[in-house]
Structures are given as structure tokens and as C-alpha cells.
């Protein structure tokens, strides 16, 4: 691996991990709005429970078949999970930060640019 490559692999790791740690993105696009409309949990309960669940590793089977299949780099999933364990780490503090209102819109802003992205994009 040449060092463009680890740096980028290092900053997808990073900059997920953050985000993630941030806003429960990930598996917490779907989950924290189920939590907080279906189960009443206020915003850092939904993050932390999204957090929680992914904390096991719920996706190895999926990724397991993408593997049989031969779309599975682990060297490059490695490295960026390392990185986003890091970045979650760090994200997560400074969630816990961010008073609630201003971190319902952070989530709230990162979902609509994502939605926007995927229905206008290619």
C-alpha cells in the first residue's frame, strides 16, 4: 500500500468514525429516528443505543457474502476501522458537548444533504 492510499483509507476510517460518533450515522440513519419517533428517546438516547448496537459485530455475515463473493478487501477494512473506532471515540465526546437542540439539527441537516445527494445524484 502506498501512502496516498493509507492516508486516504486513514481519513475514510477517521471521518466515518467521527461522524458516527457525532450523529450515530451508519446502521443510525435508520435506527436513531426509529428510536426517537417509536420509543420516545430523546436524542442522545437513540445516538448512544445506535452506538451500542453496532458495537457488536452485526455485519459480519453480510460481509462474510461479499467476501465469498470476492468484494472484500481486508487489508483496506482494517485500516479503516482502526480509524473509525479513533474517530467515534473522539466524535462521541464531542457530542456529548453539543447541547441537543443544535445536535438534532447537525443529524437532522447531515440526513437531508444525504437524501438530496442520492435522489438528485447518478
Known amino acids: ?18 461522524l458516527s460518533g457525532v450523529m ?5 440513519v435508520v435506527m436513531v429516528p426509529l428510536m426517537i419517533l417509536l420509543l420516545g428517546f430523546n436524542q442522545y438516547q437513540a445516538q448512544g443505543t445506535s452506538l ?8 459480519f ?3 462474510y457474502n461479499y ?11 482494517a485500516v479503516i476501522a482502526v480509524f473509525f473506532v479513533v474517530g467515534g471515540y473522539l466524535g462521541s465526546k464531542i457530542a456529548v458537548n453539543i447541547d441537543q437542540k443544535t445536535l438534532k439539527r447537525i443529524f437532522g441537516g447531515i440526513l437531508l444533504v444525504i437524501a438530496i445527494k442520492m435522489i438528485v445524484g447518478k
Open 52 to 59: 451500542a448496537v453496532l458495537a457488536v459485530p452485526v455485519t
Open 1 to 18: 500500500m502506498n501512502a496516498t492510499l493509507i492516508i486516504s483509507l486513514i481519513i475514510i476510517g477517521f471521518v466515518a468514525g467521527m
Open 67 to 77: 467476501y465469498g463473493e470476492g468484494h472484500v478487501n481486508w487489508k483496506y477494512a
Open 24 to 28: 450515530g450515522v451508519g446502521g443510525g
Open 61 to 63: 455475515l453480510a460481509a
